[in-house]
């Protein structure tokens, strides 16, 4: 079976841009995850979406905004970007949510913003 | 805040047992205790998990002590490969299983 597939592995944005990163989750998953990496405040819960639907978003501004696809890809995008987006953004899918599920993880796109 | 409590880093020799301990003493009774490991600039890796047994599977062994408030990943005889970033996570049973609350973690340095 595929893993997480993250597109694109790296990226390089000046402020002000948007950007939209991808997730495709491994085949038969419906629950999709992302995490923002930096080094000062480690991994964070940004948001995870279950069959199309958003049903935990971490503490994170309206700037980053996610959603899912009946196929169960899934997309995030930060608007209006700052210097302090730049992060390693990963995506995990699990197959449903809920449960003692375990979780797992693509190997992220790296955002740098200039 | 994490729910966990890791030393931040430990050196192992190669070919020797990992014993990396993880301190939970809030768990309540429906949270499994996680262990993912963080290889540089790669995703998170699912270990194991469990909720009060202790549980042995390819990669590692979990030990959970009797009054669940603390654990130990044990990684039966280390590689190179197993020098990495590991988290201890304490998450619900029947909670948003993606809403991981990732602390430090330990970082992990197998010597030669």
């Known amino acids: 079976k595929a893993g997480v597939t993250q597109t694109p592995r790296y990226l390089i944005k000046t402020r002000g841009q948007q950007v939209t990163l991808s997730c495709s989750p491994i085949s038969g998953h419906r629950s999709v995850s992302w995490y923002q990496q930096t080094p000062g405040q480690g991994l964070q819960f940004l948001f995870e979406y279950f069959s199309e639907t958003q049903r935990n978003k971490g503490n994170f501004p309206g700037r980053f905004s996610g959603r899912q696809f009946s196929n169960s890809r899934s997309e995030m995008n930060v608007s209006t970007l700052e210097l302090g987006d730049s992060a390693l953004y990963l995506c995990a899918s699990s197959f449903r949510t809920g449960g003692d599920e375990k979780l797992f993880f693509g190997s992220g796109t790296q955002l740098s913003v200039l | ?112």
């Open chain 2, 1 to 112: 805040d994490a729910k966990t409590t890791q030393p931040t880093s430990m050196d192992c020799a190669e070919g020797r047992a990992a014993n990396l301990p993880c301190n939970h003493s809030t768990i309540s009774g429906n949270e499994y205790v996680y262990w993912y490991r963080q290889i540089h600039s790669q995703g998170p890796q699912y270990i194991i998990h469990g909720l009060k047994n202790n549980e042995t599977n390819e990669m590692a062994s979990l030990i959970i002590t009797e009054d669940r408030k603390s654990s130990t990943l044990i990684l039966p005889h280390a590689t190179l490969r197993d020098t990495a970033v590991y988290y201890c996570i304490v998450s619900g049973y029947g909670g948003s299983q993606g809403n991981l609350i990732f602390g430090k973690g330990t970082k992990l340095s197998v010597k030669p």
